[in-house]
Nanobody, 128 residues
Framework: QLQLVESGGGLAQPWGSLRLSCAASGFTLDEYTIGWFRQAPGKEREGVSSITSDGNGGSTFSTLTSLKDRFTISRDNAKNTVYLQMNSLKPEDTAAYYC??????????????????WGQGTQVTVSS
């Protein structure tokens, strides 16, 4: 059974950092694209970053332009886990963060409808 479990959320101060983890089970990352999304209260879900295998042992990724300087996506195939490193956090980063999976190689997407499987989410709150 394919499952995604997010962790690492919590309360952070402005300009602080958090690293979110998305642990996958029931499938291997090499065959799937993983995306990170977030949704703040009263707002639509937003694509944050996406990572996929390039078919040659490496990765291809895409990050929302407005977040590229602060957020970094990575993956550890040995741990079957994808990470989202978030630096210089701002109050507007407060949201529930979700990871999602779609079966694909070499294709990244920040569109939520592209994904078939979703985790339960982890809350990130940025406040002093």
């Amino acid at each position: 059974q394919l499952q995604l479990v997010e962790s690492g959320g919590g309360l952070a101060q402005p300009w602080g950092s958090l690293r979110l983890s998305c642990a996958a089970s029931g499938f291997t990352l090499d065959e799937y694209t993983i995306g990170w999304f977030r949704q703040a209260p009263g707002k639509e879900r937003e694509g944050v970053s996406s990572i996929t295998s390039d078919g040659n042992g490496g990765s291809t990724f895409s990050t929302l332009t407005s977040l590229k300087d602060r957020f970094t996506i990575s993956r550890d195939n040995a741990k079957n886990t994808v990470y989202l490193q978030m630096n210089s956090l701002k109050p507007e980063d407060t949201a529930a963060y979700y990871c999602a999976a779609m079966r694909a190689i070499g294709h990244v997407s920040l569109i939520s409808d592209s994904y078939d499987y979703w985790g339960q989410g982890t809350q990130v709150t940025v406040s002093s």
